[in-house]
């Protein structure tokens, strides 16, 4: 859903010159039809959604029936947006967004002071292993510690920017004391505590270990720059 989102707000506003209807009907569609997936209630909010928006259904050749929105500036879409996903929680009064990769300033400007963000990360050596694996269409090992870097430094400046508050939940950290950390997340998202299912805590991979491989042939020649990204996210 963050996907969806992070690409309504960045289509859909009519703000800038380079406003394009056929991307604003695709960015909405592909959101509504997430809601349409889910519960009752997330159905009901996506048809508050089309309403607020004033959407008309239209037929665009080669990408079929789509949702087309009312041109809207990005503040009101941001508003509408924020409601949208407050009636998913069934009279919800704030939000809590967990955010990985699509950390942007169009996602956490929907959420407000009275909102949490969870910002989920892995230690950058394991990242830049995952994206150099697939023998298709993997990353050279330099494009992913670019990549990795990058993305690491835009998200700790997008975290800086928040009047919210924020959790960074390590993968390694979830997977080896949940209970810790879940209940953690829950304080910070002012959740009512749970106790947490023994089989749902099963769920979780059981092959991830917070010890970097430096000797893995994709980080070999980056290892300082891997360990200074990663100390700056708690990493030992």
């Given amino acids: 859903m963050m996907a969806a989102l992070n690409r309504l ?10 406003w394009l209807p056929r991307r ?36 665009i050749p080669v990408y079929g029936r789509l949702w087309m929105p009312a041109p809207l500036p990005c503040t009101q879409w941001q508003l509408l947006v924020r409601k949208t996903m407050l009636l998913t929680a069934s009279g919800g ?7 990985g990769p699509h950390c942007s300033p169009l996602i956490t400007g929907i959420i407000g002071p009275q909102d949490c963000l969870l910002y989920t990360v892995r230690h950058p ?3 830049v292993i995952q994206l150099t694996a ?39 950290d979830l997977v080896s004391t ?4 879940l209940a953690q997340a829950e304080q910070s998202a002012r959740l009512e505590f749970i106790e ?14 917070c010890a970097p491989n ?23």
Avoid at 178 to 181: D, F, K, M, Q, Y
């Fill in 196 to 209: 947490w299912p023994a089989h749902v805590l099963k769920q979780l991979p059981t092959d991830i270990r």
């Fill in 178 to 181: 949940p209970a810790a950390v």
């Fill in 93 to 99: 009064t704030h939000l809590t967004v967990k955010i």
């Fill in 9 to 18: 707000l960045a289509h859909a506003p009519n703000d800038g010159q380079n």
């Fill in 24 to 59: 604003a009907a695709q960015a909405l569609t592909e959101v509504v039809n997430r809601l349409d997936a889910g519960s009752d209630t997330d159905k009901e909010a996506a048809q508050t959604l089309l309403t607020w928006t004033q959407a008309r259904s239209v037929v």
């Fill in 214 to 236: 430096l000797s893995h042939p994709a980080v070999k020649g980056h290892g300082e720059t891997l360990a200074t990204l990663a100390s700056q996210w708690g990493y030992a």
């Fill in 134 to 172: 697939s023998q298709v269409d993997g990353m050279r090992p330099v494009e992913a510690v670019h990549f990795v870097g990058t993305a690491l430094r835009h998200a700790r400046r997008v975290l800086a920017s928040l009047t919210s508050a924020a959790f960074v939940v390590r993968l390694e």
């Fill in 125 to 127: 050596v394991e990242t």
